[in-house]
């Protein structure tokens, strides 16, 4: 079999275009899973720190709620990252005695004790 110019240029043409592929492919998979990783920690995160959990702890709501939360995670750590992992490696009975503890200080930090 002779091989033309022509083969071996379609034959780079296509080896190229298949390995682009298959990394668009790996690229496209390891976004996906990044999202879902990121998804889950949302997730997981909302199901332990949330405000309707803070409400059923203390009497809070509307404008005071938001307010104690943005008190207690910038308390916390100022970095929403840094935040979301110490709700990650906290338990949730943990979670709930730190917001009583947070909502006690806010209390008397805010004058409405």
Do not use: C, H
């Not at 998804?39 to 199901?47: F, H, L, P, S, T």
Request: no cysteine.
């Amino acid at each position: 079999m002779k091989i033309s110019k022509q083969n071996i240029v379609d034959y780079i043409f296509l080896k190229r275009n298949f390995n682009n592929s298959i990394e668009l492919k790996e690229d496209l998979i390891n976004k996906i899973d990044k999202l879902t990783r990121q998804d889950n920690i949302k997730r997981e995160v909302a199901g332990k720190f949330n405000g309707d959990i803070i409400m059923k702890l203390t009497p809070l709501s509307g404008a005071k709620l938001g307010s104690f939360i943005g008190y207690m995670t910038n308390a916390i750590s100022s970095d929403k990252q840094e935040f979301n992992e110490w709700v990650l490696i906290n338990s949730t009975q943990s979670i709930q005695e730190t917001i009583l503890s947070y909502y006690d200080k806010w209390l008397a930090n805010s004058g409405k004790k």
